[in-house]
C-alpha cells in the first residue's frame, strides 16, 4: 500500500476549507487549483498571463516539493474568469509544457473566491521513474 503524503502552501484557505496544496500517492502528485496569490499578496493584478505564469511556479515549486517535475505532469487544468484571454494563458502554459504536452483542458468560470484572481489551474503528475533510474518508491 503506497503511503500519502500532503504538502501544504500555509495558505490561509487550507485549514479553514480542508485541504492541502498537494497530494502524493504512490508516484501520483496531485496539485490544486493554484492561483497566482503569494504570501505577499496577488501578483499580476488585472494580468492573467502574469499570473498565470505565477500560478504556474507556484505549481513547480509543490511539484519539487513532492519529489516531482514539470515533465511529471500529465494533466493540467486551467479555469479561466474570460475565455476571450486564452491565448494569454495558453502562452504562459506552453513556456511550462511545449515539450511535455499534458492533457489540458481550459474552461471559463463565473468567478474565482477573489475578484482580482484571474485563472486558477490544477496540475496532476505521475513519477514514473526514481532519480536513480528504478522504478518510483522503490
Known sequence: MSSRR???????????????????????????????MTAQGLVGEGDVYAQSVQALKTIEAALREAGAQLSDVVRTRMYVTRIAHWEEVARAHAEYFRSV????TMVEVQK??????????EADACILQAAEG?????
Not at 504536452?101 to 489540458?104: D, I, Q, V, Y
Not at 528504478?134 to 522503490?138: C, I, K, L, Q, S
Open 101 to 104: 504536452k499534458p492533457a489540458a
Open 134 to 138: 528504478g522504478p518510483a518508491g522503490a
Open 112 to 121: 474565482l473566491i477573489d475578484p482580482r484572481m484571474l485563472i486558477e489551474i
Open 6 to 36: 500532503n504538502i501544504c502552501s500555509g495558505g490561509p484557505f487550507e485549514d479553514v476549507v480542508g485541504y492541502s496544496h498537494a497530494v502524493r500517492v504512490g508516484p501520483w502528485v496531485l496539485v490544486s487549483g493554484t492561483t497566482s
